[in-house]
């Protein structure tokens, strides 16, 4: 036992770079609180239980927030993991062929599915993915891409929609998720953009759209298969016990220490686990009725039986607009004549040139992070003052100039 552990560690040590991380249990461990009452808003209509092998359909809205271009997926990457979803919960998965026979008869169809929302939370029509510019390079396991107010995006309902926000994420964490019943501001899944959906800016061996899968599943109330712990409980009848995790793509049969009389071994291939993305291709039965389990009346879930947000014909009057980068920075220089200050700035911030030619006559503008022109100024000499007071705190653009004459400056309202 003690000579296996020790060989897992070395051999975690080695494939760190290619092993699976899902923080759902520091997570959990530091900031979920079970005990949370479920808040918010309620859909309409009475409550109902599922019925037997229905198909639930979850709308879902994804939170793009973005500091770089890159990070900013396209529409297609974030269709790619819906469809995956639609594949991977319904056992339409082709890979599910390669599910070792003696598994076969256990993989289960949950008979679950996804829609990117097409109505918004004030009937809005919409496409389900919402863009946001952060200027937060990086988002830590703490929960900020949740809030608006610190750089990421509120929730829309959580009782309506499954939110899931696609960010940069801290180290070699490439998702976690809520599990049911918490803090509904905070409910839902975040992964990380280059492991999100099977298309686009995906990464080597998670390129498959299973970290969605997997962490989605957590968000239905499944542990992962090991139990979180040496030969632990997942609370899933019809799963093997594991010693601990897989990583890699191992082959059947993997036998570990506690599935000593069991020939058939680890369940490496379930979602469950942390092997790659092409060798996880099934849920069982038992994890099947778990999450269905999530659904029926009383339980966390059931809301969703009455959620109408996958319906477009619901939805009136006009999208929001989305978020774009920014307008690229330049740089200020030490020799560059002008010079804007201070910054962050509270009431006036002043353009200063040391040549009166460098400034006069051009026109300096101020937009908000939605691209929205919040100031308009026409510069008369080599120091201008911009009156700042009346502007809500955060970050500007302040554009001099037009064309390839142009500089822009960001700015940072306290
Ligand atoms: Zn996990």
Excluded at 276 to 291: E, Y
Excluded at 362 to 386: C, D, E, P
Excluded at 398 to 408: M, T, W
Aim: net charge positive; with cysteine.
């Amino acid at each position: 036992m003690r000579l296996y552990l020790i060989i897992m560690f070395i051999l975690n040590s080695f494939c760190i770079t290619a092993q699976r991380v899902c923080d759902i249990d520091s997570y959990t461990k530091n900031n979920f609180n079970s005990q949370v009452l479920e808040r918010g808003e309620t859909p309409s209509g009475p409550a109902r239980d599922t019925a037997v092998n229905e198909i639930i359909t979850i709308p879902v809205v994804i939170h793009v927030l973005f500091n770089s271009a890159t990070e900013n997926i396209t529409d297609a990457q974030v269709l790619s993991q819906i469809e995956v979803l639609n594949r991977d919960f319904r056992l339409l998965n082709a890979d599910k062929a390669n599910i070792p026979v003696a598994f076969k008869p256990k993989a289960g169809d949950a008979r679950i599915m996804f829609c990117l929302a097409q109505v918004d939370p004030q009937g809005r029509p919409t496409t389900g993915i919402l863009r946001r510019y952060t200027t937060l390079p990086i988002f830590k396991v703490a929960d900020d891409m949740k809030f608006k107010s610190k750089g990421g995006s509120d929730a829309w309902d959580s009782k309506s929609y499954l939110n899931i926000w696609v960010c940069s994420m801290l180290g070699r964490t490439m998702g976690y998720a809520t599990p049911p019943g918490g803090d509904p501001s905070k409910d839902g899944v975040v992964i990380n953009y280059d492991v999100f959906g099977d298309k686009g800016r995906v990464r080597g061996d998670f390129d498959k759209g299973r970290t969605g899968t997997h962490e989605i599943a957590h968000w239905l109330g499944l542990k992962h298969i090991w139990g979180d712990e040496d030969c632990g409980d997942d609370e899933v009848g019809d799963t093997p016990t594991q010693l601990s995790y897989n990583f890699g793509c191992p082959s059947f049969p993997r036998k570990s220490y506690c599935s000593n009389g069991d020939s058939n071994g680890d369940m490496y291939m379930n979602f469950m686990d942390l092997t790659n993305d092409a060798c996880m291709n099934m849920f069982t039965i038992g994890q099947k009725n778990k999450m269905r389990a999530q659904f029926a009346l009383g339980k966390p879930r059931n809301s969703f039986l009455r959620s109408y947000r996958c319906d477009g014909s619901f939805a009136s009057g006009a999208p929001l607009p989305q978020d774009t980068l920014p307008v690229k920075l330049v740089v200020v220089k030490k020799e560059d004549p002008i010079q804007i200050y201070p910054n962050p700035v509270q009431n006036d911030l002043y353009i200063q040139a040391k040549e009166t030619a460098t400034l006069s006559g051009k026109t300096a503008i101020v937009y908000n992070n939605l691209g929205v022109v919040v100031l308009r100024v026409i510069l008369k000499s080599n120091k201008t003052t911009i009156p700042m007071q009346n502007l809500v705190p955060g970050v500007y653009m302040l554009k001099i100039g037009e064309a390839s004459d142009r500089k822009v400056f960001k700015l940072v309202k306290l």
